[in-house]
């Protein structure tokens, strides 16, 4: 169960729920914000991000209904829309919004890459706010480390922190080499190596996901996954998607107030974490 916040006419509003929603509504203000720089038809930018949004919770639901529980899912089929409950797998949404996205870029004829490149820190920074919401917790710790959070009695390692920490580092890599690239295509790869690594070290902390060769996981075997088919994309796309020079360039000096707002956000999200938990 994800941590209840308030009640609003018979509604009760959710952690996990508020977290989500200010990580998407960030990313796709900075996903905006990149398609203006990169000379893009912004609404039918932000027409695509709203359809990718919606794809994206639904393959998430189902990619943890498939792979985590699936028996109990086909015998408690009304259980699947139950997504305030928590159980969201982050690869259900990658793959639901990688398909989506190369049908809707081909019938609207757009440049797939190109609108991979200008979603992915927007993605990087909305998975490490909405991670903050995150209801399931690491192993017990072998030795009280002063960040281990206490459940149950047990003091267990906060993945949620180490994942948003990574993801807020992930964000800032991104968005200071957006006008860095060399092919369309790049910061997307980038995002999703970056990733699938940060969530492949969070794994080893992380309880509850099924085994498949101790200490490795399912999500490891997906993250292994990504990662090869994102090198494999890299090898060909960069042969055939040079970059444009009609992009507005990004200030460089202001390299030193992006890495104090990064430091301010790991801060606010980890003192709202441990506050509310």
């Known amino acids: 169960m994800t ?35 990169k000379g ?9 991000l709203v359809y990718l949004i919606i794809v994206g ?15 109990f899912f086909l015998t408690h089929p009304l259980e699947i829309l139950k997504i305030h409950d928590g159980g969201m797998a982050i690869h259900g949404s990658l793959v639901a ?33 909405g991670r903050i919401g995150c209801d399931i917790f690491g192993y017990a710790m072998a030795r009280p480390w002063p960040w281990g959070i206490k459940v149950n009695g047990q003091l267990l390692h906060p993945v949620q ?6 993801d807020y580092i992930m964000f800032f890599v991104l968005w200071r080499k957006r006008d860095k690239i060399k092919y369309n295509g790049q910061l997307f790869i980038i995002y999703v190596i970056f990733f699938n690594i940060n969530r492949s070290i969070v794994e080893f902390f992380r ?12 999500a490891h075997l997906a ?37 104090v707002v990064v430091v301010l956000l790991m801060a606010i999200s980890t003192v709202i974490f441990y506050y509310i938990h």
């Open 3 to 37: 941590v209840p916040l308030f009640n609003i006419g018979g509604f009760t509003i959710y952690l996990f729920g508020i977290m989500i929603a200010i990580g998407v509504g960030t990313g796709y203000i900075l996903a905006l914000k990149e398609a203006k720089r």
């Open 207 to 218: 309880a509850g996901n099924p085994m498949i060769l101790p200490p490795f996981t399912i």
């Open 161 to 166: 922190v180490y994942e948003f920490l990574l």
């Open 40 to 48: 893009l038809d912004v609404d039918k930018v932000s027409e695509f």
């Open 223 to 259: 993250s292994a996954i990504f990662i090869a088919a994102a090198l494999i994309a890299a090898h060909y796309i960069k042969k055939y998607n040079t970059i444009e020079k009609d992009e507005t360039p990004v200030q460089s000096k202001k390299g030193f107030i992006d890495i």
């Open 97 to 129: 919004g990688i398909l989506f996205s190369i049908w809707y870029v081909r019938k609207y004829k757009l440049n797939f890459w190109k609108i991979a490149d200008l979603a992915a820190p927007g993605l990087a920074i909305g998975q490490a706010i």
């Open 57 to 71: 919770i639904i393959g998430g639901r189902l990619g943890f209904v498939l792979t985590y529980r699936p028996y």
